[in-house]
């Protein structure tokens, strides 16, 4: 090949690379402008309700390990319990997130003897954690908790809470799934643990943006 024939060979070769690294400059800026438009639509607090229902093991002693964290099986004895309640999402733009101003119910499905009374109120969690922007109007939390349950005159430390979720284009709703990771719950009187269980739960969040920051 002479040196005129590599040069008109070369061109368009070079055109080629030129044209796709242009290309691809412009869909990673592309992609990282979803991000940013995405965050900022998350930005802001979020009335939201919820329904759960959680496969729950019996309370032992704490350190105890009732779920096996890679089969999920069982080591005790299980509990069906169903939860519904309502609350406060606020997003900040540092990537942290809490929860906060919610109270819920919880129903338990084994309580089915007469004189039992399987729905009790009166649980007041407030949860801190961070999200992640995943994609174009999708991101991921991780939190835990802190359940106040005064009637009882316990806490329970909660967590951890692994989720993901879709926000809106236009900022205004948002849905949150969780994972079916293993969550412990462990309960303190007076500062002190007492007791403990594991659990595995289905759950989703439907929430509505009530302020912007």
Not at 85 to 91: K, Y
Not at 105 to 129: A, I, M, R, Y
Not at 132 to 156: H, L
Not at 175 to 189: C, F, H, P, R
């Amino acid at each position: 090949m002479n040196k005129i024939s590599k040069v008109l060979f070369a061109a368009p070769l070079l055109s080629l690379l030129a044209s796709t690294s242009v290309f691809a400059s412009h869909n990673h800026n592309n992609v990282d402008m979803q991000k940013r438009m995405t965050q900022e639509n998350m930005i802001g607090t979020w009335g939201f309700t919820t329904m759960q229902t959680c496969s729950r093991s019996k309370p032992e002693a704490p350190g105890s390990v009732s779920i096996d964290p890679v089969t999920r099986a069982f080591n005790t004895n299980v509990d069906i319990v169903g939860m519904a309640g309502s609350g406060n999402f606020v997003f900040n733009r540092d990537g942290t997130m809490s929860l906060e101003t919610a109270a819920a119910g919880e129903l338990d499905q084994s309580k089915v003897l007469v004189g039992n009374t399987p729905v009790s109120d009166g649980f007041f969690p407030t949860c801190k954690g961070v999200f992640n922007i995943v994609g174009k109007n999708q991101f991921s939390v991780e939190f835990n908790c802190v359940i106040d349950v005064p009637s009882k005159g316990i806490v329970i430390h909660a967590g951890p809470v692994k989720a993901n979720g879709f926000v809106s284009s236009w900022g205004d709703s948002l849905t949150i799934n969780l994972e079916q990771n293993v969550q412990t719950m462990t309960l303190l009187k007076s500062g002190n643990s007492f007791l403990q269980y594991q659990r595995v739960c289905l759950q989703n969040f439907n929430a509505h943006k009530v302020s912007r920051h």
